[in-house]
């Protein structure tokens, strides 16, 4: 399972690529604002300079034409640049549009299965199931994971599983068991990957025991 970084943070997204654990960045407008007052084609660039793996630009424009005129201009930034559609009907189109020209688009906003079948036959790259936004409203996020994965392994499809919306490292074991192309998470999720009591406390015992030793 790749991991993607879902941050426009250039800070974070060099220590994810030092750790080795960035195979790709996902970005959306809030990310980008988080940033405060950066050029966005700017931004992009510096990330796709950061990591070698596909790097999500959303779109902006409601309309399929504005979608496509935005994907078109994105996709110029760098080669590893991936553009970014909502599940909408215009989002639909957009990306039917953009794939045929070779662009490769990540469908986002996903939230059931039947919109992971419209954007696989729509010729979606990726899906993006937002895993933690259905848990938020008492739904069972993981179950739509694993619905999309169960539909897609019964087809010829390339669309890749990309899990999104992830919240803690349950979400990501998870998302491995069940067979996800990809994980995209905040880099606070990656950092609490590396996390277990038990292994803080044996180091510690470690190195006590060995300064006690008097070896140097």
Known sequence: MKFFLDTANLNEIREGASLGLADGVTTNPSLIAKE???????????ICEIVQG?????????????????????????????????LTRDGLKATRHLTDEGIRVNVTLCFSPAQAIVAAKAG????SPFLG??????????LLLQNIIEIYQNYPWKTEVL????????????????????????????DQLFNHPLTDKG???FLADWAKSGRK
């Open 36 to 46: 405060g007052d950066v050029d966005f084609k700017k931004h992009i660039a510096a």
């Open 54 to 86: 596909p790097v999500s630009a959303e779109v902006t424009s409601q309309d399929k034409d504005g979608m496509v005129r935005e994907g078109l201009e994105y996709s110029k930034i760098a080669p590893n640049v991936v553009i970014k559609c909502p």
């Open 124 to 127: 979606a790259a990726f899906i």
């Open 133 to 142: 936004r259905l848990d938020d409203i008492g739904e069972n996020g993981l």
């Open 163 to 190: 899990a999104a919306s992830l919240r803690h490292p349950v979400h990501v074991i998870e998302a491995a068991r069940m067979g996800a192309d990809i994980a995209t998470m905040p880099f606070k999720v990656i």
């Open 203 to 205: 180091q510690t015992q």
